[in-house]
Nanobody, 116 residues
């Protein structure tokens, strides 16, 4: 069974940084892409950032210039470096993997809270 495990969330003040990690139990080469989504209370889950197997990165407009997605293929891990955090970034962040075999996998979520 393929699993994704996220960690690195926490409570920070506005303007500070946080790095999220998502470790997969299988090779990243088994995936078309990996990404991060987030969901705030009462809101839809939204795309934050993705990275394809070719290394192409996409970001939500709200995080461009502040967040950076990267990967370490040897560690089967994708990261989300979050700088200049804002209170509106507060949400549960979920790791996602789009598998080559035709299905998606979701991590358990990690809470990010940014105070004013």
């Amino acid at each position: 069974q393929v699993q994704l495990v996220e960690f690195g969330g926490g409570l920070v003040q506005a303007g500070e940084s946080l790095r999220l990690s998502c470790a997969a139990s299988v090779s990243i080469f088994s995936m078309n892409a990996m990404g991060w989504y987030r969901q705030a209370p009462g809101k839809q889950r939204e795309l934050v950032a993705t990275i394809t197997s070719a290394g192409t990165r996409n970001y939500a407009d709200s995080v461009k210039g502040r967040f950076t997605i990267s990967r370490d293929n040897a560690k089967n891990t994708v990261y989300l470096q979050m700088d200049s955090l804002k209170p509106e970034d507060t949400a549960v962040y979920y790791c996602n993997a789009d598998m080559v075999l035709g299905y998606d996998i979701w991590g358990q979520g990690t809470q990010v809270t940014v105070s004013s």
